[in-house]
């Protein structure tokens, strides 16, 4: 009887503990920025992509070197068709953060939706050789919380397309597949 009530006060004190660290970390290692762009990462998972522009441009207003505001921006540019502002902005987030693989495979699907495919192969190829795992795309679990029920194109697949069609004579390429382009995801961090 005495270790079910040591266990069960165990258990409960170390989920207090928990959820204490947790909101301490999450709340107390705020900077400026970070709840806006909180926000706005919310409101564009939702689909509001121009109202997530406009939380994510704030968030770079009290923080101009936000990196995950600059990809939010991006993202929201990108889902807008907003391409050359997109671009704008993920050369921005490069100079920022020039180590970071995503910015480079954001800025390849840029350059893809742009026509622009031997820009788009060499950033995709760049962001590969520098993070192998963006090859695997979303997670499972990120596709289980979101209801996405069929693995997204990655950019290791889209790479792997454009280079096959690139490798045929100009008149037969499709480089473009709406039907596939559209279910392909931006990156996240």
Not at 80 to 85: A, D, I, M, Q, T
Not at 102 to 114: K, Q, S, V
Not at 146 to 152: E, G, I, K, L, S
Request: hydrophobic share 35%; net charge positive.
């Amino acid at each position: 009887m005495h270790i079910q009530k040591f266990l069960k006060w165990t258990a409960i004190l170390g989920v207090v503990f928990w959820l204490s660290y947790e909101g301490y970390r999450h709340f107390a290692g705020m900077g400026p920025g970070d709840i806006l762009y909180i926000d706005g990462n919310n409101i564009f998972k939702d689909g509001e992509f121009e109202r997530s522009a406009d939380y994510f441009k704030r968030a770079l207003e009290e923080n101009p070197k936000h990196q995950p505001a600059l990809v939010g921006l991006t993202n929201s540019y990108i889902q807008l068709k907003r391409f050359p502002e997109a671009l704008t902005t993920v050369e921005e987030a490069i100079r920022i953060n020039p180590k970071f693989a995503g910015n480079y495979a954001t800025r390849g699907i840029i350059f893809d939706h742009l026509g622009k495919y031997e820009l788009a192969i060499a950033d995709y190829e760049k962001s590969l050789t520098m993070d192998p795992e963006i090859a695997d795309g979303m997670h499972w679990l990120t596709r289980l919380l979101y209801n996405v029920q069929q693995r997204p194109p990655t950019v290791a697949d889209r790479l792997g397309y454009l280079k096959k069609q690139m490798s045929l004579p100009a008149s037969q390429r499709r480089l473009r597949n709406p039907e596939l382009d559209g279910k392909q995801r931006p990156y996240e961090q």
